[in-house]
């Protein structure tokens, strides 16, 4: 019975993590790796590894929702493939890299990163603060470097890229359209590296739980898989439907208050 309670809670933080995902337009990651810290947490996930479960299964479910969002954005025109391939080389090894760093912090010191990451996003939101359009293209080796940060930061706290992505494909005189098509598609790789790398460096880790594969915990990934997606469509047509700065100015003071908890905890 306990089992089956935990799968339906699982599905309940896929429906609210795909409903405010599309509700605010923001990845699913913000959300997810703070709701998993307090699921694990109550199963009695010890705190020395929790936070790194918890980013590592934020990651393994993206990389399934990212490839549903790349695929449509893709099948749309919105992926620019010149500046995503250029990006591809960096994104692989900042993923890897913010895995091995994610790895040799403490739970506790990366859960305050996370809090600190949080907030920069919540206070960006709180001011309406968008992305700068530019018009000049950076090298081959400039966006490489630019994929490497966005790939460690992005697995280093679990979260699919779209935050950092965004606005420096606007820099590169992106749309709007195209830096969301593109950006989308930045996230499957990083998630994918991000994972696999997450289940290497907790492989056989003495405090891990059952049913994970290093820090991938599969009973929450297929539960918020299988129900983040659709509920993401009805977020998003709640967006249409509320008003945009009541729902930034909502979400910006709940991300503020995950990142307090997490600075305090």
Not at 127 to 132: M, Q
Not at 199 to 207: E, F, K
Not at 220 to 234: D, K, N, Q, Y
Request: proline share 5%; hydrophobic share 55%.
């Amino acid at each position: 019975m306990n089992d089956v309670l935990t799968l339906a809670g699982y599905l309940g933080l896929g429906a609210a993590a795909g409903t405010m995902a599309g509700l605010f337009g923001v990845g699913g990651g913000l959300i997810i790796v703070p709701a998993l810290v307090l699921a694990f947490g109550l199963q009695g996930v010890r705190d020395e590894i929790v936070m790194h479960v918890a980013v590592g299964t934020s990651l393994a479910t993206i990389v399934v929702t990212g490839a549903s969002s790349a695929l449509g954005h893709y099948r749309r025109g919105s992926v620019y493939m010149p500046w995503f391939l250029a990006l591809l080389p960096g994104l692989m090894l900042g993923a890897i890299a913010g895995v091995f760093v994610a790895g040799s912090l403490s739970g506790t010191l990366l859960g305050a990163l996370f809090g600190v990451f949080v907030l920069l996003v919540a206070l960006k939101m709180a001011l309406g603060l968008a992305p700068k359009h530019g018009a000049k293209t950076p090298g081959r080796v400039g966006m490489a470097v630019a994929g490497t940060v966005i790939g460690g930061i992005s697995a280093l706290f679990g979260i699919g890229g779209g935050t950092l992505a965004v606005p420096w494909l606007s820099r590169c005189g992106a749309s709007m359209t195209q830096a969301v098509g593109t950006s989308a598609a930045c996230g499957f790789p990083i998630a994918l590296f991000g994972a696999l790398t997450f289940m290497v460096v907790g492989w056989q880790h003495p405090l891990l739980p059952g049913w994970t594969t290093g820090f991938v915990m599969w009973p929450a990934v297929l539960g918020i898989v299988v129900t983040s997606v659709p509920f993401a469509r009805l977020g998003v047509k709640l967006a249409h439907r509320l008003p945009a700065r009541l729902l930034r100015l909502a979400f910006a003071t709940l991300l503020a208050v995950v990142g307090v908890r997490f600075l305090l905890a």
